[in-house]
């Protein structure tokens, strides 16, 4: 059964329409996770902790992806609401073809200045190496990954979310698949990882680009295009709460591995490193789910069905609120297991992961609603607002608490600092959906 923008959503169609999002938004996570396991379990904990050294950098800047996917989004959405196919179709073919140049040149600039970069990250002697090779591999996929990343949003506008599911799934067996290939029977360590991360990023961006590229079935097609500056402009400005989020994260995710390199050594950040990949399991579906149902947001806001809009807010609310209380009792329940397949070859690592991921979770409780609050925002237009959002719990406040809380409570003040945060970013979330809700016809 075929679900359209313009339908009522029932909670069982809404979850349907969202959950391919959902699930590619997981799929996705898996490049970094798989390489993680065959890096740690397979080379050793150095070398884990190379890879999670250079994460941050090679996540932000994929960030222009998020941005101009997430904002390209609500435009497009926004326009097909109000019945325009051919100007989506023309504002969409432009933003592909802006994210792809975009990436070329990040690409070179990522691999020339590489070992540059792992020196002002922190890399020691020990580590700096691997994670030179690591990073260069890696970015020469930069390109593809920001595409894949801004197709994903796309294919939901596009009624095709199952197909977006399908794409991410492929690339993420592949990427597994090689990971062993590569790293146990051929031996290539490190190197065969980078090169499994690259391969299926690469399969993840052509498969979409190819279905768009011809005649197809969705709600849209890339066609000839031109640049408008001011279209763009306002696709960046909108989109501008994502890549502050991603690249906020990546901030906070190299002062995270200063400050642990600091207080635990090596086995900080190869702990830290488990945590976040474990985080990008449980993060997923409020992801997910912000992806999967801003597409809805922005179409009824266009079409000015405030009915719908309520309908969808407050299910949203509902189904965030479910999702938090279970994601939390499951992170905190199986941490251990979670944590063994990392690191299960090191007591003490272990042990230390366990500990960091049963703190860090309480997160969950709260992240959720800040995520769908950026998020909705985004999709009703206002950037400026999602990016408030964003930018207290993923930077500001993050940060903040990143700093002071150590002095008090040592290593515990790192694992809780995203609680901190994230709890005062829910009390300006709270205020600013509570504020707007007559002016953007939800209440």
Request: glycine content about 10%; aromatic content about 12%; overall charge positive.
């Amino acid at each position: 059964m075929i679900i359209r923008l313009s339908d009522h959503f029932s909670y069982g169609r809404l979850m349907r329409f969202v959950m391919p999002t959902v699930g590619m938004m997981l799929v996705t996570s898996i490049y970094s996770i798989v390489d993680g396991f065959f890096v740690s379990n397979v080379v050793g904990k150095n070398a884990f902790a190379a890879v999670n050294l250079v994460m941050p950098y090679l996540m932000a800047v994929s960030a222009i992806g998020f941005m101009i996917g997430t904002g390209g989004n609500a435009l497009v959405s926004k326009i097909l609401g109000e019945g325009n196919r051919d100007r989506a179709n023309r504002i969409f073919s432009m933003l592909i073809v802006s994210v792809a140049v975009a990436g070329i040149i990040l690409t070179a600039v990522s691999y020339i200045f590489m070992p540059q970069i792992v020196h002002l990250l922190g890399g020691t002697p020990e580590i700096s190496g691997p994670a030179v090779l690591y990073g260069r591999v890696v970015s020469l996929s930069g390109t593809f990954f920001m595409m894949q990343n801004c197709f994903e949003s796309f294919l939901v506008t596009a009624e095709k979310p199952k197909m977006g599911l399908a794409v991410s799934a492929a690339a993420g067996l592949m990427n597994a698949l090689l990971d062993y290939t590569l790293m146990v029977p051929f031996k290539l360590g490190i190197l065969g990882a980078a090169i499994a991360t690259l391969l299926s990023q690469t399969t993840g961006a052509l498969i979409p680009l190819v279905y768009f590229a011809r005649k197809n079935s969705s709600l849209l097609r890339l066609t000839k295009t031109s640049l408008n500056w001011h279209e763009l402009g306002q696709v960046c400005l909108n989109g501008s709460s994502e890549l502050l989020s991603n690249l906020s994260a990546s901030i906070v995710g190299m002062l995270y591995n200063f400050e642990l390199m600091r207080i635990a050594g090596v086995d900080g950040i190869a702990a830290y490193g488990v945590i976040m990949y474990l985080n990008f399991i449980f993060m997923t579906f409020f992801f997910g789910y912000a992806i999967g149902v801003a597409p809805l947001v922005g179409y009824n806001y266009g079409a000015k069905n405030n009915a719908e809009l309520g309908n969808l807010y407050k299910k949203s609310l509902a189904v965030t609120a479910a999702a938090a209380l279970a994601m939390t009792l499951l992170s905190v329940g199986f941490a251990l297991p979670l944590s063994r397949i990392f690191v299960g070859y090191d007591e003490k690592l272990c042990a230390l992961t366990v500990h960091g991921m049963r703190l860090y979770s309480l997160s969950f409780l709260i992240c959720g609603f800040n995520i769908f609050g950026s998020a909705f925002f985004t999709a009703l237009g206002n950037g400026g607002l999602s990016a408030l959002i964003s930018i207290l719990r993923t930077l500001v406040l993050q940060v903040a608490a990143i700093l002071i809380l150590p002095l008090f409570f040592g290593a515990d003040g790192i694992w809780t600092a995203l609680v901190a945060a994230e709890a005062l970013t829910l009390c300006v979330t709270v205020f600013l959906l509570q504020k707007n809700k007559r002016r953007y016809g939800y209440a």
